[in-house]
């Protein structure tokens, strides 16, 4: 399974819409619907969105399940590392 059906899928399982899923997003609904198909990738801010709304491992839609040197406290500890980078960005 790729990417853009793991995605739709996760979508339809909550009863969203593509119109819905964007403005959460935020982006234009032509531009989600290319994901979901496959034709466009999304950037790595729209797959964190994507991940966050439809609570899914950004793991399991790269289909890196396999590496078990990724911990879940890896994760946090980037996105800590991005957020503090954020917040002292001048």
Do not use: H, W
């Amino acid at each position: 399974m790729v990417i853009g059906e793991k995605i739709r899928n996760a979508r339809e399982d909550m009863d969203l819409s593509q119109k819905e899923i964007a403005d959460m997003i935020p982006m234009n609904q032509s531009n989600y619907s290319k994901i979901e198909r496959d034709v466009q990738e999304p950037s790595l801010d729209q797959l964190r969105r994507i991940c966050e709304i439809l609570n899914l491992d950004p793991r399991y839609l790269l289909n890196l399940n396999n590496l078990t040197f990724i911990t879940d406290e890896d994760i946090r500890l980037l996105r800590d590392v991005k957020d503090l980078m954020n917040k002292y960005k001048t």
